[in-house]
């Protein structure tokens, strides 16, 4: 062992050991690598690790003397493509699949100095919210290994929750960052749409999924959103974001206001969760901000729209995978017959089930009456942001109605499982930013707060989650995560 304790090290604090000559690059990335050997076989947030190729690219940055966030560690999402490192969805249909080139992220990642300590698990394909759906496994959560991390990107949110990375990568295409995030205890930020690259990234549903950070502080969600966030050559719909993102410090709220929908909290809301989210709200008016009753009428229709819109998109992103190019193959005598069996054996039932949804969806004779209508009404969606923040700063939810269920609570019941996502999944539909971060226990498990924004409005987000964070003085590190197991 190294001796430097990685159990809730923040990015921020990592970065300040090494520029302060208190430890190297290899040395902390060592130090994480102890812990992934202790911690992870019973978690399961890793898919691939590379103990000799992560203390490698330690060394190099040490070699190279670097600055600002050289030699911090990081984990990425299996969902992000990545060099000559198997690159997987989760799937068994890219099992062995090692990629020619990084995603855009990680390239910014490596640009910065970052060391990545391997690949993450999560949900097939991104398809799910607890991240049992991936062909390798169900991650646990580090406040409870018998519950759920959320998904999909379940494990790029245990493996910080954990101590095996200070910050990780996630994507969000309808909740993915920000409702594990809210399961274990953790800042997670899903950017406006089009402000981070989605080159690299194995797709899901274009039109919804971000790339975006999930940390221990906003601090550090400030960081990594620097990093990544930027136009892109390679993404037509990036443009990176209007202003330099900044870092927050704590501050008051006075002359905001903050609209709650309460329409939405009517039901399904457990009772620890609607707690919680009142005392945020009594924080906030404290801080001087107005809190004023907002409408989002057709917010409630929201996962309606979302499975139609990102199934169909998966039924023709997921054609690709054939056992013709890449990935695994299963012969047959003839070529139809090796698609289907190659299929059946790579794909999982979340996936097939979306798959036959939203081919059901874009068929002919039912494209109108129900991929266009799902259309229409995520522009009304959008339309009820809009005409919202004509009045508001921001919109203030719980992330999730639920703290993290038991593992194989709601497997056999996926509309229970989709529900959880209901006050994430109308943000991705509009296209805007929001930001997650905990607001305390209920029962024992982390529950969360979410604001959510107009377009690039990050800065005043982070600014608002850190004014937040410094009054809850949340302890991010699970009791059952100090010391090991």
Known sequence: MTG???????????????????????????????????????????????????LA?????DAAGGDALSGVPIAYKDLLSTKDVPTTAGSRILEGFIPIQDADVVARGNEAGLVSLGKTNLDEFAMGSSTEHSAYGPTHNPWDLTRVPGGSSGGSAAVVAAGCAPWSLGTDTGGSIRQPAAFCGLVGLMPTYGTVSRFGV????????????????????????????????????????????????????????????????????????????????????????????????????????????????????????????????????????MYEATRDAGFGPEVKRRIMIGTYALSA??????????????????????????????????????TAFPIGARLDDPLAMYANDIFTLPVNLAGIPALSLPNGLSDGLPSSLQIIGPAYSENLLLRLGAAFEAEHQFDFVPAAMRGGL
Request: charged share 25%; hydrophobic share 45%.
């Open 365 to 402: 004779g039912y494209h109108d009456a129900y991929y266009v209508q799902a259309q229409r009404v995520r522009t009304l969606i959008r339309q009820d942001f809009d005409n919202a923040f004509a009045g508001v700063d921001a919109i203030l939810l719980p992330t999730a109605p639920t």
């Open 202 to 337: 194995i797709a899901f549903a274009c039109s919804l999924e971000q790339v975006g950070p999930m940390t221990l502080t906003v601090r550090d969600a400030a960081l990594l959103h620097q990093v990544i966030a930027a136009d892109s050559p390679n993404d037509a719909t990036c443009t990176g974001p209007r202003d330099a993102i900044e870092l927050p410090s704590a501050g008051r709220f006075d002359g905001l206001r903050f609209g709650v929908p309460w329409a939405e909290l009517e039901e399904g809301v457990e009772p620890g969760i609607r707690a919680r989210f009142d005392e945020s709200l009594a924080i906030a008016k404290n801080l001087g901000a107005e809190i004023v009753d907002v409408e989002l009428p057709y917010s409630r229709h929201g996962l309606a729209a979302y499975y139609v819109i990102a199934p169909a998109e998966a039924s023709a992103n997921l054609s690709r995978f054939d056992g013709v190019r890449y990935g695994l193959r299963v012969d047959g005598p003839d070529i139809r017959s």
């Open 57 to 61: 690219a330690a060394r190099a940055q």
């Open 4 to 54: 430097i304790d990685v159990i809730g090290l923040t990015a921020e604090r990592a970065m300040g050991l090494l520029r302060a000559g208190e430890c190297t690059a290899e040395e902390l990335a060592q130090a994480y690598l102890d812990r992934i050997a202790v911690v992870d076989p019973e978690v399961h947030a890793y898919l691939h690790v590379d103990p000799e190729r992560t």
